[in-house]
């Protein structure tokens, strides 16, 4: 879409401003109806990664069929509502990152299907959705958030590869990852521009004339959505405003201890305690960031490789890591479901949110993918791979896609990348060292 295009779709958006704040509003037919009739090509198009370490219990991986008639094995099961929205892959793999040895040589170029390097210089390549938010983030005012419930590590692995590798899937440069943001109330204040005296400031006390002034000129269905956004925006402000106090609270602590609070445990970091809490408030904050228009792309790292994260919530005593030793375990498999139903929750809270005769998970590319296969044998020559949405009709969607007997040259996740980024107007000559769309996609 052209620049004159993009201004003109959202022209048929109203966009409430306030002091340093400005917040495209979801799709109000009274605010279309003052433009021409809406395309598919008038809603913009968004990109979402959702990844978690170490693998998944393969005995319940699979769906088949099709559609309304598609099966989903019991991992997948979170996705049922929305089946005939996605596309479960298989048999994908990263060429450069079998062999490499465990754990971070496996996750290393998850993004970019680069070589990786051992030791102290570190090389990936530009991951997708970076290069995407390279291509389509220039009207936002943030390219793209990268997001995390699992702090970063440092050093290196027994196998000489840096732990940036596994605390990492996007990068801005071919040596340089994203920064990783794991605190909620950072995430959201960046969205929105709270600093200073704006902390105290709830971000629909800024836009709130605005607000009142707009809902007297639209129609009552329009008035109630618009009522349902600021609810929900609200919602999410109360639970982050929360978690700003607890870091606050953890920073005078750590100060006190003369060290930073990400270095400590949760919850006296200032991060959740449960993880539940934590993915949720970051998927929400994923979901508005993109209705409202503030990035078209994000990625999230549920949990890391090497992930020391405990699930009592699931009656499971080992840490992630340790758990996925014992993949095929019910205790495992009850991780992995967790996982993919954060996946599951995001893109059910876009599909929720109208845009047109569609809603934005239509518009959107959501994929959720993990680094290994089998964590008991750190088998990565297979990946789970799911997509949501149908990017405003270009990807058909409801589908099981099984690429395994389809040949090495065929079933490379650098394929699957350029042929997403065909459809977001990044025509490739080549990824990650192949130059091959993949086929039936």
């Known amino acids: 879409m052209t620049g004159s295009s993009r201004r003109h779709a959202f022209s048929r958006r109203a966009v409430l401003r306030g002091s340093g704040c400005a917040m495209a509003l979801p799709w109000l037919e009274s605010v279309a109806a003052m433009a021409a009739e809406p395309t598919a090509a008038d809603f913009p198009k968004?990109?979402?990664?959702?990844?978690?370490?170490?693998?998944?219990?393969?005995?319940?991986?699979?769906?088949s069929g099709e559609g309304a008639n598609m099966t989903l094995s019991r991992t997948l099961q979170p996705l049922e509502p929305i089946k005939t929205k996605i596309n479960v892959v298989d048999g994908l793999y990263v060429p450069a990152l079998v062999g490499q040895g465990i754990h971070p040589g496996q996750t290393g170029s998850i993004l970019s299907g680069g070589p990786i390097a051992k030791g102290a210089?570190?090389?990936?390549?530009?991951?997708?959705?970076?290069?995407?938010?390279?291509?389509?983030?220039?009207?936002?005012?943030?390219?793209?958030?990268?997001?995390?419930?699992?702090?970063?590590?440092t050093g290196y692995h027994e196998t000489n590869f840096s732990l940036a590798y596994s605390s990492h899937i996007s990068w801005q440069t071919p040596d340089s990852p994203v920064p990783l943001e794991v605190y909620p109330s950072?995430?959201?204040?960046?969205?929105?521009?709270?600093?200073g005296s704006m902390?105290?400031?709830?971000?629909?006390?800024?836009?709130?004339?605005?607000?009142?002034?707009?809902?007297?000129?639209?129609?009552?269905?329009?008035?109630?959505?618009?009522?349902?956004?600021?609810?929900?925006?609200?919602?999410?402000?109360?639970?982050?405003?929360?978690?700003?106090?607890?870091?606050?609270?953890?920073?005078?602590?750590?100060?006190?201890?003369?060290?930073?609070?990400?270095?400590m445990d949760r919850p006296a970091s200032g991060l959740p305690e449960d993880l539940r809490?934590?993915?949720?408030?970051?998927?929400?904050?994923?979901?508005?960031?993109?209705?409202?228009?503030?990035?078209?792309?994000?990625?999230?790292?549920?949990?890391?490789?090497?992930?020391?994260?405990?699930?009592?919530?699931?009656?499971?005593?080992?840490?992630?890591?340790?758990?996925?030793?014992?993949?095929?375990?019910?205790?495992?498999?009850?991780?992995?479901?967790?996982?993919?139903?954060?996946?599951?929750?995001?893109?059910?809270?876009?599909?929720?949110?109208?845009?047109?005769?569609?809603?934005?998970?239509?518009?959107?590319?959501?994929?959720?993918?993990?680094n290994l296969w089998i964590g008991r044998t750190h088998n990565n020559s297979r990946l789970p791979v799911v997509l949501a949405g149908g990017l405003g009709g270009t990807l058909k969607t409801g589908r099981a896609l099984n690429y395994m007997q389809a040949g090495d040259e065929n079933r490379r996740m650098q394929s699957l990348y350029l042929s997403l980024m065909d459809r977001y107007d990044l025509k490739l000559d080549s990824f990650g060292g192949t130059s091959e769309r993949l086929a039936n996609l």
């Not at 968004?46 to 769906?63: K, L, M, P, Q």
């Not at 938010?133 to 958030?145: C, E, F, K, R, Y």
């Open 121 to 153: 210089l570190i090389q990936s390549g530009i991951s997708v959705d970076q290069m995407i938010a390279n291509t389509i983030g220039q009207d936002s005012p943030q390219q793209s958030v990268v997001l995390a419930c699992d702090q970063p590590m």
């Open 277 to 370: 809490e934590h993915t949720k408030l970051m998927c929400d904050i994923i979901a508005i960031a993109f209705q409202t228009n503030k990035t078209k792309v994000a990625s999230l790292i549920t949990t890391r490789d090497l992930s020391a994260m405990y699930y009592p919530f699931l009656n499971v005593s080992e840490g992630h890591h340790a758990a996925s030793h014992n993949n095929n375990s019910d205790g495992y498999e009850r991780i992995a479901q967790f996982h993919l139903a954060q996946f599951a929750y995001l893109a059910q809270k876009l599909d929720s949110m109208k845009e047109g005769e569609g809603t934005v998970l239509d518009h959107s590319c959501l994929m959720f993918l993990s």
């Open 46 to 63: 968004r990109f979402g990664v959702v990844f978690f370490g170490c693998g998944i219990n393969e005995d319940h991986w699979s769906a």
């Open 186 to 195: 950072l995430a959201w204040d960046s969205l929105f521009d709270n600093r």
């Open 199 to 263: 902390l105290n400031l709830s971000v629909l006390d800024r836009v709130k004339h605005r607000a009142a002034d707009l809902s007297r000129k639209v129609s009552s269905g329009d008035r109630a959505k618009l009522d349902e956004f600021l609810t929900s925006v609200r919602d999410v402000e109360k639970r982050v405003e929360v978690m700003r106090n607890a870091k606050i609270g953890a920073d005078g602590a750590a100060q006190a201890k003369n060290m930073q609070a990400i270095m």
